[in-house]
């Protein structure tokens, strides 16, 4: 079964920077070749941040476009989500999958909080 381990969140100043990474149990990169990120804040939906549709095709919401990248490392099975400029509404737990989503790979998440 395969598991997608996201890290890299934390407590940051608006205005400040993270870098996500999600580590999959076993390189699912040469099978599912669209990945994700995804948020959930407290009571809303989770929804789509970032899509990495092929090696150069990306997709992003526009609440993050221009601030946030997402990219991978196939030779070390990663996937990554760069955010600048966070806002305190980017606050929620983000999570890593295939896009389209599948419901047996979501993982625990990694929680950011944007705050001063």
């Known amino acids: 079964q395969v598991q997608l381990v996201e890290s890299g969140g934390g407590l940051v100043q608006p205005g400040g920077s993270l870098r996500l990474s999600c580590a999959p149990s076993?390189?699912?990169?040469?099978?599912?070749?669209?990945m994700a990120w995804f948020r959930q804040a407290p009571g809303k939906q989770r929804e789509l941040v970032a899509a990495?549709?092929?090696?150069?095709?990306?997709d992003y919401a526009d609440s993050v476009k221009g601030r946030f990248t997402i990219s991978r490392d196939g030779a070390k099975n990663t996937l990554f989500l760069q955010m600048n400029s966070l806002k305190p509404e980017d606050t929620a737990v983000y999570y890593c999958?295939?896009?389209?989503?599948?419901?047996?790979?979501w993982g625990q998440g990694t929680q950011v909080t944007v705050s001063s």
């Open positions: 990495l549709i092929s090696d150069d095709r990306t």
């Open positions: 076993t390189n699912i990169f040469s099978i599912y070749h669209s």
């Open positions: 999958n295939t896009q389209p989503p599948l419901r047996d790979y």
